[in-house]
């Protein structure tokens, strides 16, 4: 058994977890939190996708043991002072998800590529989440979505 | 899908990290990136008794220019290489074909010195330092190697990497001339059905075929003076592709011959 | 806040939640509860000659294991045949573990219960189980010619074999009428197999309370009423010991209308014997070897027609591979051989088909049910006349279809409800107009030719279907208004993500003149609603949507009636807007909606300012009447059922655009257009979301996504990797174009939506790779690979053809 404690959300979280545990088990059970989910188990569909000291990783492929002592972002931490973040805002009014069940992963990953795009073309949008998958939207709106999400980060402002 | 148990370690040095995979033997298991053997632990298609982490082993991230090339430390990941001007300053192939390999978030956590030893035929980087004639060094008990590309792939997914031994580093040399990759994958970041990666300097020319082999296939077109065409049909003859799922035998040899002439094309435009 | 909501884009109520995080998904309930995992058949088809679990009693954390004998009765028999048919002769289930055979790749033989799902794997990779091999069968034809048996007293691997003919008017049978015809064409269709695949996994998560001897069971279902009857059958509980909740639903498509799973009857079993919380979470491979797959058919068509294109004898042969069990009956086939016909008058229609088992993963219906393969027979039909006589495949269409003045039309078969296949309401010729305009039909040509200048290859494609949508027996709604102003509303089938919360609060504000805020929606929670029938065949609105509309609109009478007291006025003078009642014309006369929920339930105690008004020595009234008079009930609700007398007929037309590759033979969607007609929209950017999502599940099964086994039985692309279900990347900007012809059959005039958008992709796709390459696309999916291999066979046919876009 192993100590790990990661930064989460900007919380330190620890927990005595076996070598083996997933990063994504470790968030979802260990600590509690449900919001990244998983899909495959084996690092195609991304809705484990989480923010590791800020780049997006697949939580089903890293073993919690490995980064302990690092950041993570989940989809829990993507709100500020309560209030959903221009990413989860923009795919809310977009009508950017139906199950919701991919979701954490495409807002995860789009709140990266933002940061880091903040005025992105429509191939950059699409290269960005071209590693999410999404049974339910088929993607239109997921496109807009994140449009719509980097023109309300334009509106709020530095 | 739950991986099985193993003991880990996590060497803080490279000398920690041989004697723990020398301890270990073949039952022992390098976890650098992690995103090729995590999904086969997940299946249980690998049960590694042994991982030795390295990811907090000092001194392994480098991308450092050096005199003909740009050598890649065991932990730099591909989106770091990626993003590297010193990795495209020595070898802008480099990028160009790191942009193939998977998705983002893949390329934010798995290596390339990883992707490289993984040896998986179908994979881009392997063929890329196949093409360049780079090579690979690698640390064990007895000291420092470096392994030419020639003589690194031995067969899918096997290279001559020894038992105990971790590989450090890749040296991916630069080139007189143009370069190119161009693949075909049925999905965009799905490894490819086939895929090119061509090389044509002033006095020669060659291309490194994935998919179509155990191992990399690297192809002297050189005598085909820039008939990129002829050069394609000089490839056709020496790959031996396998049906699989995706594409049958007769389309990968097809399919390779359209890209060698695209990729040359290109290299030569560069 | 207007309260008139319906056929308006109103932003999702669910997306709270979702986009936060706090959804809750099946393996988000239940933290500490026993995890379940299952050994299961690595081999196709064999007989069990033991089970060995010394290895695996040692290892640390395993409460217990399981095998079929352990399980008593009830649990012991086979699963259900969940919809018998006449014609299913040989139905045929699976047991909840394998009793003795194993005759798929994923039939679960041993059932471990750990402390986590880690250990639970750890102990099923040590539990050695012995087989003797049988042969498996393995694709259709094989299994029809073959000398092996999936099941042992099925002869000829047939499990239902059945005919529908509707003969020529003037009474020839079809197959004389195509001998007869003036033109006639015979061919063969292979459409192979694809599946659901929802983002979440199957999962069931199971409490049982000794002290109230009462299960509480969550399911991943579609369906939590029928399942919490299986439950109380199968484990001997009364229904009202046992609670079903289906709870957020990460997807379904189909998969998840089957029931009960094994799982959802074994764990709930094992929660009870060992007195603990356990839960089961479906991992991916799991998915792919142990749920439902669909579509694969081989279809064998003669087609006789004038000179004009019309048809006027369809004889249709199909070979429907069923899988290895039959949970779900034969209702994709029966589908497949009803919605074949889509908005055409076939002159006269013979359709034959065999349900066949093979050992491998049994078929239920996927999004479509059917469909997708009985379009993809009409439309490539009618290609092939087009080809065939030198005309506008639009043109051939057109002149088949049915006319606006001809409905309701009778097409004179048995639907999968068991009811009549008469379609309510449509207009094809219009669709049609609006679908060549969006994908510029007659510019195609132009287009073409300027592409073929710079050496590329182009080609269209156009589809059409009828989808019988809200198929019954029933749905139910319950409305309550409490004296605080909310509006409850539930109703007992369930949601994956359609959005139903939404839509049925629209329906609801709108019906009772409320703001939409004020209305909440419980779904698919035997607590909350114990009558119901399940989330399928794009039922959900129309069903449920019309239920809930008829239950407020027995509250708002109630509220009307009572108010009218209150404000001594006619009740038919009355009106709610805002949550306020009032008298139409004088605003002033008015009385809050809450206050009419307080006058509803006479009181005897007071714990709110409110409620005081209600109680017995505040209000006035009559000393000769009861305070709840005869025939009333205290409370401001009510509760109603919808049940059509049949289905009634979404329909709905695509076109695409596709350029190949000459030299690489990949091909690429350009556009992408849908003129799609479901009645009238409750929410238009809901149903754009459906048909977007259909679509991309259509070009999945048109170019990506097959089942591929080998001759042993081994699925070889059991995972994401290999199982290609799109990326963003691979699908091309949809297009969309509207028709409301309202439904005649129910209240709202809706027609379900659901699944509209997948149904004819493959048709439309086939028929662009063709119109490209001059290659008859007869199979699906097509890959690069594939067009590649027909490319090569044709040059050595010499058989090229090119269909026409003009005349």
């Not at chain 2, 989106?79 to 160009?96: N, Y």
């Not at chain 3, 909440?520 to 035997?526: H, Q, R, W």
């Not at chain 3, 991309?696 to 995972?719: C, F, I, P, R, T």
Request: net charge negative; aromatic share 6%; charged share 20%.
């Amino acid at each position: 058994m192993h100590d790990v404690t990661l930064i989460v959300n900007g919380v330190p979280r620890h927990a005595r977890v076996p070598a083996r545990r997933l990063l994504s088990d470790f968030l979802r059970h260990d600590l509690g939190l449900t919001g990244t989910h998983v899909g495959c188990e084996h690092g195609v569909c991304g809705a484990c996708t989480v923010l590791l000291d800020g780049q997006p990783v697949r939580a089903c492929l890293t073993f919690a043991v490995s980064v302990s002592g690092q950041e993570v972002t989940t989809v829990e931490g993507l709100a500020r002072d309560g209030q959903p973040s221009a990413v989860q805002r923009g795919f809310a009014e977009c009508h950017g998800l139906q199950c919701g069940f991919c979701t954490p992963g495409f807002l995860t990953t789009a709140t990266a590529f933002l940061r880091d795009n903040p005025a992105p073309s429509d191939e950059d949008v699409i290269e960005a989440v071209s590693g999410n998958l999404c049974r339910c939207t088929g993607y239109q709106n997921i496109v807009k979505s994140v449009h719509r999400a980097a023109e309300l980060l334009a509106e709020e402002g530095p | 899908m739950k991986p099985p148990s193993f003991v880990y370690h996590a060497p803080a040095t490279v000398a920690e990290a041989v004697e723990a995979l020398a301890a270990a033997g073949a039952d022992g298991k390098v976890l650098a990136g992690g995103q090729s053997l995590i999904p086969l632990m997940n299946m249980r298609l690998a049960a590694p008794g042994h991982l030795v982490d390295i990811n907090h082993v000092a001194g392994l991230a480098g991308i450092t220019a050096e005199p003909g090339g740009v050598r890649v430390g065991a932990l730099a990941r591909h989106a770091e290489v990626e993003a590297s001007e010193t990795a495209h300053a020595a070898q802008p192939l480099v990028r160009r074909a790191l942009r193939l390999v998977a998705h983002p978030a893949v390329r934010n956590r798995g290596t390339t010195v990883g992707s490289i030893v993984h040896a998986d035929p179908a994979a881009e980087m392997p063929a890329v330092l196949a093409l360049l004639d780079g090579s690979v060094r690698v640390r064990g008990a007895e000291g420092e190697r470096d392994i030419p590309a020639a003589e690194f792939f031995t067969g899918p997914m096997e290279s001559s990497l020894r038992t105990g031994e971790l590989a450090v580093s890749v040296f991916f040399p630069s080139s007189e001339g143009g370069t190119a990759i161009v693949e075909m994958a049925r999905r965009h970041g799905d490894y490819a059905m086939a895929g090119v990666a061509a090389l044509v300097a002033p006095d020669h020319a060659r291309v490194a075929c994935l998919s179509v082999g155990a191992v990399p296939v690297v192809v002297d077109v050189t005598e085909a003076e820039g008939d990129w065409r002829r050069a394609a049909r000089l490839v056709q003859e020496q790959i031996d592709p396998e049906a699989d799922i995706h594409a049958t035998a007769d389309y990968r040899r097809h399919l390779t011959g359209v890209l060698t002439e695209r990729a040359l094309k290109a290299a030569a435009d560069a | 806040m207007t309260t008139k909501l319906f056929g308006e884009p109103v932003r999702r109520r669910e997306d709270a939640r979702l986009i936060a995080g706090d959804g809750r998904y099946l393996d988000d309930l239940g933290a500490g509860a026993l995890a379940v995992a299952f050994v299961r058949s690595p081999h196709a088809h064999a007989l069990i000659t033991g089970v060995d679990v010394d290895d695996a009693i040692d290892v640390e954390g395993l409460v217990a294991i399981y095998t079929w004998e352990d399980l008593p009765p009830g649990v012991r028999e086979p699963l259900p045949l969940l919809i018998p048919h006449p014609a299913l002769t040989h139905g045929r289930t699976a047991y909840c573990l394998a009793k003795d055979v194993v005759r798929h790749v994923g039939e679960p033989i041993v059932m471990v219960v750990a402390t986590d799902r880690y250990i639970a794997e750890d102990v099923c990779e040590r539990i050695r189980v012995s087989y003797e091999f049988r042969k498996p069968v393995v694709g259709l034809e094989n299994a029809v010619d073959g000398p092996h048996l999936v099941h042992d007293d099925v002869p000829g691997n047939v499990g239902a074999h059945m005919v529908q003919e509707v003969a020529h008017r003037d009474g020839r049978a079809t197959r004389d009428v195509i001998a007869a015809a003036p033109h006639t064409l015979e061919f063969r269709l292979d459409v192979e197999r694809s599946a659901c695949m929802p983002m979440e996994g199957r999962g069931v998560y199971a409490r049982w309370d000794a002290d109230d001897r009462s299960l509480r069971v969550y399911s991943s279902t579609q369906t939590s009423t029928s399942v919490q009857m299986a439950i109380a059958a199968k484990l001997g509980l009364p229904l009202p010991k046992v609670e079903v909740i289906a709870p957020d639903v990460g997807g379904g498509f189909g998969v998840k209308i089957v029931h009960p799973w094994p799982e959802e009857i074994l764990v709930p079993w094992a929660a009870r014997l060992l007195n603990r919380e356990v839960k089961w979470t479906e991992d991916r491979r799991e998915h792919f070897i142990s749920s439902a797959h669909e579509r694969a058919q081989v279809q064998h068509v003669k087609v006789g027609f004038d000179d004009e294109g019309r048809v006027l004898g369809l004889d249709v042969e199909i070979l429907h591979d069923h899988g290895a069990y039959t949970p779900y009956g034969i209702i994709v086939p029966i589908i497949t051989s009803t919605q074949l016909l889509g908005p055409y008058k076939i002159g006269s229609y013979r359709v034959e088909f065999f349900s066949v088992y093979t050992n491998t993963v049994q078929v239920t219906p996927y999004r479509g049910a059917g469909r997708p393969q009985g379009v993809f027979c009409m439309e490539r039909t009618m290609d092939k006349i087009a080809q065939y006589l030198g005309k506008d495949r639009a043109d051939v269409r057109a002149a088949n279809f049915i006319q606006p003045d001809e409905f309701p039309y009778d097409q004179q078969m048995i639907f999968q409800d068991g009811r009549p296949l008469i379609y309510d309401s449509g207009d094809y010729p219009e669709s049609l107009r609006k679908l060549k305009d969006l994908i510029g039909w007659d510019e195609f040509p132009l287009m073409r030719s300027k592409a073929a200048e710079e050496g590329r290859r182009l080609g269209i494609g156009i589809g059409c279907y009828v989808e019988g949508t809200g198929v019954g027996p029933y749905e139910g709604g319950h409305v309550q208004v409490t004296s605080d102003g909310r509006v409850h509303v539930s109703t007992g089938l369930t949601s994956q993500g359609q959005g139903h919360e939404t839509v049925f609060a629209q329906i609801a504000a709108t019906e009772l003149g409320v703001p939409i805020e004020k209305v909440s929606v419980v779904t698919g929670d035997t607590r909350r609603f114990g009558y119901a029938v399940g989330t399928f065949a794009s039922r959900a609105a129309v069903m449920s949507g019309n239920a809930i509309a008829l239950a407020c609109r027995k509250v708002k009478e109630k509220a009307l009636r009572i108010a009218a007291d209150a404000l001594e006025a006619d009740p038919a003078d009355l009106e709610i807007t805002d949550g306020m009642v009032h008298v139409v014309g004088a605003p002033n006369a008015s009385i809050p909606l809450a206050t009419v929920a307080v006058l509803s339930n006479p009181l005897r105690y007071a714990f709110d300012e409110e409620a005081k008004r209600a109680t017995q020595f505040a209000t006035g009234g009559s000393m000769d009447r009861p305070p709840v008079a005869e025939g009333q009930e205290p409370g401001l609700e009510g509760k109603d059922y919808y049940s059509p007398v049949r289905s009634t007929f979404a329909s709905g037309m695509h076109a695409a655009i596709v350029e190949t590759d000459p030299d690489t033979a990949e091909i690429r969607i350009l556009r992408y257009a849908v003129v799609h007609d479901c009645g009238k929209m409750i929410n238009p950017m809901l149903v754009e979301g459906q048909i977007h999502g259909g679509v991309a599940q259509g070009v999945g099964g048109a170019l990506y996504e097959k089942m591929v086994y080998d001759e042993h039985g081994q699925l070889l692309n059991a995972s994401f990797m290999d199982f290609l279900m799109p990326y963003v990347t691979e699908i091309p900007k949809i297009e969309t174009d509207h028709l409301e012809t309202p439904s005649p059959l129910n209240p709202l005039g809706i027609k379900g939506a659901g699944e509209a958008g997948v149904i004819p992709v493959s048709a439309v796709i086939a028929g662009a790779v063709e119109d490209a390459e001059g290659i008859a696309i007869d199979r699906m999916p097509i890959s690069p690979s594939d067009l590649y291999a027909l490319r090569d066979s044709s040059r050595t046919s010499g058989a090229v053809s090119r269909l026409r876009n003009t005349q």
